[in-house]
């Protein structure tokens, strides 16, 4: 959500489906129902406040139920009706019910629950913090258009946000009351048809993929087809057959970060099964 704000109105960048945010047909179609009758001080101001509060390094203060109520009073005056427009409209222009919204960090599902027209499930995807760790040191890869790249981060940086990052969205999708559902990397590529299946059923409320979309997830293979995300893995530009496979590079890394990651985010590691 903060991605089309700042991303996408302030610095134009390539929506995933291959065209820059301002000529993609589904964001123009979105915006004109959602904000393209704000004015250059209502962007600023919306700029101002999602790059003050969205920060990873500032999601603990969601732990306090204080810090949530002033996330969301602070807000400029007609935001959370824009952000009710702009839900509806990425609803009709798609003509899908149900909107995936990628985002990371909990802020974005706290501001979504006060959101009257929209009804918010919680999928929380974790993952192993060693092996978090060693792809936030990997080399740096940028989109097609070389103008982003995704972050690098230390050790020790790594998970100290790992545990953050996972803390504040387990504890504000609970004290929120939020239908809410954890699924490990690891589970989720082993057998990605069960997982995504029981996601369907058991959040969404679905019998399974139609007719129509019976070839798009067996067993290891997916097919991808075009989605519209501002920001991100590069990765999601890829799109047709992809095989999904797990990546255990991280077991081969060096054993020192290794070590020093699991020290740090032990607690929360073990509750989630990373021994």
Request: a positive charge; aromatic letters at 8%.
């Amino acid at each position: 959500m903060g991605g089309i704000w700042t991303q996408g109105l302030i610095e134009d960048r390539l929506c995933s489906c291959g065209t820059r945010f301002s000529c993609c047909p589904f964001w123009q179609a979105v915006g004109s129902t959602s904000f393209s009758s704000l004015g250059t001080h209502d962007i600023e101001a919306i700029v101002r406040y999602v790059r003050s509060v969205f920060p990873a390094r500032k999601m603990w203060r969601l732990l306090s139920c204080r810090t949530r109520r002033k996330l969301v009073s602070s807000a400029p005056a007609n935001f959370l009706d824009i952000t009710a427009r702009l839900y509806q409209g990425m609803r009709t222009v798609s003509t899908r019910q149900v909107v995936v919204d990628s985002s990371k960090l909990a802020t974005y599902f706290v501001l979504l629950a006060h959101v009257s027209v929209v009804d918010v499930h919680v999928i929380h995807l974790v993952r192993d913090p060693r092996a978090v760790a060693h792809s936030w040191r990997r080399p740096r890869v940028a989109d097609p258009d070389g103008r982003s790249t995704m972050p690098r981060f230390g050790a020790i940086k790594s998970a100290v946000l790992w545990l953050i990052m996972n803390v504040a969205v387990e504890w504000a999708a609970r004290r929120l009351d939020l239908p809410y559902v954890r699924v490990r990397y690891e589970d989720l590529v082993e057998d990605p048809a069960r997982i995504v299946g029981g996601l369907r059923s058991g959040v969404l409320g679905d019998a399974g993929p139609d007719a129509g979309e019976a070839g798009g997830l067996v067993e290891e293979n997916v097919d991808l087809g075009v989605v519209h995300s501002i920001s991100g893995n590069p990765m999601r530009f890829r799109q047709g057959r992809t095989s999904i496979v797990g990546d255990a590079d991280w077991k081969v890394g060096p054993r020192g970060r290794r070590v020093i990651v699991a020290a740090i985010t032990l607690p929360l590691r073990w509750r989630y099964g990373y021994r």
